[in-house]
Nanobody
Framework: QVQLVESGGGLVQAGGSLRLSCAAS????????VGWFRQAPGKEREFLAR????????NYADSVKGRFTISRDNAKNTVYLQMNSLKPEDTAVYYC????????????WGQGTQVTVSS
Protein backbone atom coordinates (compact mmCIF):
# COMPACT_ATOMS: atom_id res chain seq x y z
CA GLN A 1 0.00 0.00 0.00
CA VAL A 2 1.21 3.49 -0.86
CA GLN A 3 0.02 6.74 0.68
CA LEU A 4 0.60 10.04 -1.08
CA VAL A 5 0.68 13.48 0.52
CA GLU A 6 0.85 16.64 -1.56
CA SER A 7 2.23 19.90 -0.21
CA GLY A 8 3.50 23.24 -1.43
CA GLY A 9 0.27 24.77 -2.59
CA GLY A 10 -0.82 28.26 -1.67
CA LEU A 11 -1.66 31.70 -2.94
CA VAL A 12 0.63 33.29 -5.52
CA GLN A 13 0.40 36.24 -7.88
CA ALA A 14 0.22 35.74 -11.62
CA GLY A 15 3.68 35.27 -13.04
CA GLY A 16 4.94 33.69 -9.85
CA SER A 17 6.17 30.19 -9.10
CA LEU A 18 5.39 27.33 -6.76
CA ARG A 19 6.91 23.92 -6.25
CA LEU A 20 4.57 21.13 -5.27
CA SER A 21 5.78 17.99 -3.55
CA CYS A 22 4.24 14.53 -3.51
CA ALA A 23 5.68 12.53 -0.64
CA ALA A 24 5.00 8.81 -0.54
CA SER A 25 5.14 6.04 1.98
CA UNK A 26 6.05 2.54 0.90
CA UNK A 27 9.21 1.10 -0.58
CA UNK A 28 7.59 0.35 -3.93
CA UNK A 29 7.01 4.03 -4.77
CA UNK A 30 10.36 4.27 -6.54
CA UNK A 31 9.17 1.65 -9.03
CA UNK A 32 6.02 3.55 -10.02
CA UNK A 33 5.26 6.01 -12.78
CA VAL A 34 3.79 9.09 -11.10
CA GLY A 35 1.48 11.73 -12.49
CA TRP A 36 0.19 15.16 -11.54
CA PHE A 37 -3.37 16.28 -12.18
CA ARG A 38 -5.52 19.23 -11.26
CA GLN A 39 -9.19 19.95 -10.93
CA ALA A 40 -10.73 23.39 -10.94
CA PRO A 41 -14.25 24.04 -9.61
CA GLY A 42 -16.85 22.88 -12.08
CA LYS A 43 -14.28 21.32 -14.39
CA GLU A 44 -13.07 17.81 -15.05
CA ARG A 45 -9.81 16.53 -13.71
CA GLU A 46 -6.96 17.46 -16.04
CA PHE A 47 -3.75 15.57 -16.65
CA LEU A 48 -0.65 17.75 -16.29
CA ALA A 49 2.51 15.67 -16.29
CA ARG A 50 3.88 12.18 -15.84
CA UNK A 51 7.32 10.81 -14.94
CA UNK A 52 8.68 7.30 -15.27
CA UNK A 53 10.02 5.38 -12.30
CA UNK A 54 13.63 6.28 -13.12
CA UNK A 55 12.81 9.84 -14.06
CA UNK A 56 14.09 9.37 -17.59
CA UNK A 57 10.76 9.78 -19.39
CA UNK A 58 8.44 12.73 -18.86
CA ASN A 59 5.23 13.78 -20.56
CA TYR A 60 3.32 17.03 -20.31
CA ALA A 61 -0.04 18.41 -21.25
CA ASP A 62 0.13 21.15 -23.85
CA SER A 63 -1.43 23.56 -21.37
CA VAL A 64 1.62 23.42 -19.08
CA LYS A 65 4.46 22.45 -21.41
CA GLY A 66 7.35 24.87 -21.02
CA ARG A 67 6.01 26.25 -17.72
CA PHE A 68 5.81 23.17 -15.47
CA THR A 69 8.56 20.63 -14.79
CA ILE A 70 8.08 17.25 -13.15
CA SER A 71 10.98 15.57 -11.37
CA ARG A 72 11.58 12.99 -8.70
CA ASP A 73 13.98 12.01 -5.96
CA ASN A 74 13.54 8.31 -5.28
CA ALA A 75 15.88 8.44 -2.31
CA LYS A 76 13.34 10.76 -0.69
CA ASN A 77 10.27 8.98 -2.10
CA THR A 78 9.15 12.33 -3.48
CA VAL A 79 7.98 13.67 -6.82
CA TYR A 80 7.95 17.39 -7.53
CA LEU A 81 6.07 19.72 -9.83
CA GLN A 82 7.84 23.02 -10.41
CA MET A 83 5.33 25.55 -11.70
CA ASN A 84 6.53 28.79 -13.25
CA SER A 85 4.80 31.69 -14.98
CA LEU A 86 1.58 30.86 -13.18
CA LYS A 87 -1.69 32.19 -14.53
CA PRO A 88 -5.07 32.69 -12.85
CA GLU A 89 -6.40 29.77 -14.91
CA ASP A 90 -3.92 27.51 -13.12
CA THR A 91 -6.04 27.87 -9.98
CA ALA A 92 -7.17 24.39 -8.94
CA VAL A 93 -6.64 21.56 -6.51
CA TYR A 94 -3.53 19.66 -7.56
CA TYR A 95 -3.22 15.91 -7.08
CA CYS A 96 -0.46 13.39 -7.52
CA UNK A 97 -1.07 9.78 -8.42
CA UNK A 98 1.14 6.70 -8.49
CA UNK A 99 1.37 3.40 -10.33
CA UNK A 100 0.13 4.30 -13.77
CA UNK A 101 -2.16 1.76 -15.42
CA UNK A 102 -2.91 3.70 -18.60
CA UNK A 103 -4.50 7.02 -19.72
CA UNK A 104 -5.66 8.50 -16.42
CA UNK A 105 -5.83 5.33 -14.34
CA UNK A 106 -3.58 5.10 -11.30
CA UNK A 107 -3.74 2.86 -8.26
CA UNK A 108 -2.99 5.54 -5.65
CA TRP A 109 -4.07 9.16 -5.27
CA GLY A 110 -3.25 11.91 -2.83
CA GLN A 111 -5.74 14.22 -1.14
CA GLY A 112 -4.68 17.27 -3.11
CA THR A 113 -3.25 20.69 -2.42
CA GLN A 114 -4.91 23.98 -3.34
CA VAL A 115 -3.16 26.38 -5.68
CA THR A 116 -4.65 29.84 -6.12
CA VAL A 117 -3.20 32.32 -8.60
CA SER A 118 -4.35 35.89 -8.25
CA SER A 119 -4.41 38.34 -11.14
Amino acid sequence: QVQLVESGGGLVQAGGSLRLSCAASGRTFSTYTVGWFRQAPGKEREFLARISWAGTITNYADSVKGRFTISRDNAKNTVYLQMNSLKPEDTAVYYCAANWKGPTTYDYWGQGTQVTVSS
